[in-house]
């Protein structure tokens, strides 16, 4: 028996501009193919997918591209990891090793019901695919389809109380699996970032545990990372295994680091240069291209808001 079932990015046209209709649910496809008779020969097999979890999962049309999803293998050349190594296209072997199963996330701080997730407990939160752009600091970027589910869904089961003005996210540093932790021993592992409480609750903010139809593979920061695209990259910790909801402002990895150089806020903006370069224009990663780089990302429709009090001109804000 050999049937291919084409994945949903292989049958959307590259310019994303698809009506809804053209979503295709792979397990959903099998169960019909199985009960119709027309695979019976492939068993139990066929349905492999779902002991293993919500992949692939159904794409939400609702968040729309401007152009070409970056190919599957390209996205995974152009990473950054430091944990692992600060070459880029080196990330994808030197991460190779990290076992990351099992996995647990604690969350606690500031809520009413503090909790441990297990692999299982994330992947039980009702996922989707979302295709969103990325644009990382460095001024390359690219746009994937990413698969999680709103932060907003595991802040709800955990109550936040009224003083939790911010969420704190700490990544895994496992020294033994990840030699970038010695070789950039300048820095402070594991890497730590934050969110307002507004900016984790906006529908924009995922949870991710999979990509192009599959979890997450290792150099996307699997099993567990934050996904939130009107920021600069670094703003998306991967490998997170602690949420802490707080009170005043925490400290982040890279503004510690370059304090003048990298804000809270982070948000992506195009007329507010990096002190060391334009934040203008960005190369999608596999093209050779320059194009605009949009205020927050091109998402200020569903974001601006959060900012109409702040004043962001300084590096990073
Ligand atoms: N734990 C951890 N998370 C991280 C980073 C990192 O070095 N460590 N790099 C950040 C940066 S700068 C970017 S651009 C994205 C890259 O994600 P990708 O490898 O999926 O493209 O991850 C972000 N999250
Ligand atoms: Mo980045």
Redesign the pocket.
Known sequence: MNIRIRKPWEIVPASEATPESVFFNRRELLKAAVASGAIFAAGPFALADDKDGPYPAKRNEKYKLDRALTDEKT?TE??????FTKKKPA?KYVSKKFKPEPWKVEVSGLCNKPATFDLDDLRKFDHEERLYR?R???AWS?AVPWIGFPMAKLLEKVDPKAEAKYVRFE?LARPEEMPGIKENSDYTFP?FEALTIEEAKNELALFVTGIYGKKLPN???API?AVVPWK???K????IVKIELVKEKPETFWHKAFPEEYGFFSNVNPEVPHPRWSQAEETMLGTKTKRETLLYNGYGELVADLYKDVKLTKPGD
Do not use: D, L
Not at 236 to 239: E, L, R, S, T, V
């Open positions: 996205a152009t990473s950054n990891f430091w944990e990330v990325h990382c600091v460095e690219m990544s890497y150099v996307h920061g990372r600069y990259g670094y998306g910790p991967k490998i």
